[in-house]
């Protein structure tokens, strides 16, 4: 899944998930994407993201406590809570925006990129052969910068 920060012709900002920059254009073109705030269709893609959200998210534990690690070796307490609040609030909003399907994910994916199930939001695991063999077969997919579920403690 990928966040973009789109404006409607009004110039209300908000934000859509989509699969892939073509799935965000596709649904643009064919009039999908619309401002929640007025209904207007003619949505454009912001290039630079107003304010922080998810996109800023670090983009690994590493260098989350790299970005908060000061020139003596020290970590910065208040960037270092920042920086993991922007990786809480990105794992968030991927739980929030997907469903889980664990080692099915390759299944799914090429389900849904055969046209044999609708399209949806999905997380899950796949090794890297099958990555690779996914993006062989032109299925966009982006890996997850950290994990964003809680291992279970079950
Ligand atoms: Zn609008």
Known sequence: MIVYNLACKQGHVF????????????????????C???GDCAVERKLHAPRVNVGAAPTSRASAVEDATLSDGNVHPERLAKALAAMAEFAVRVRENTENVGER?????RAMHYGE?????????????????L???GIEFQALPFPVDWPSLN
């Open 15 to 34: 934000e859509g998930w989509f699969k892939s920059p073509s799935d965000f254009e596709n649904q643009r073109d064919r009039g999908l994407v619309e």
């Open 36 to 38: 929640p705030i007025c």
């Open 105 to 109: 994910f390759a299944e799914e994916a």
């Open 117 to 133: 199930i609708p399209h949806r939001g999905i997380r899950g695991r796949a090794d890297a052969e099958t990555a690779a063999e």
């Open 135 to 137: 993006r062989e077969e």
